[in-house]
């Protein structure tokens, strides 16, 4: 994956962080829980930049 494209996930990975962690603040009120849906997000934004999730073509080995 290029860094153009990283750069574009991260920032769209940006935007469930951000209203997943104010919708869970309004919830419970606790910074504990906001903090483990970023911690959450970051993984899941690290592994998709990483390449954890891209299939592989046809024919193609790792």
Do not use: N
Request: glycine letters at 16%; zero cysteines.
């Amino acid at each position: 994956m290029d860094l153009w494209r990283k750069i574009g996930v991260g920032i769209v990975m940006m935007v469930p962080s951000f209203v997943g962690g104010g919708l869970l603040y309004s919830w419970t009120h606790s910074w504990f829980v906001v903090w483990g849906w970023v911690i959450v997000m970051a993984i899941l934004a690290g592994s998709i930049m990483g390449g954890k999730f891209l299939r592989k073509k046809e024919g193609e080995y790792a």
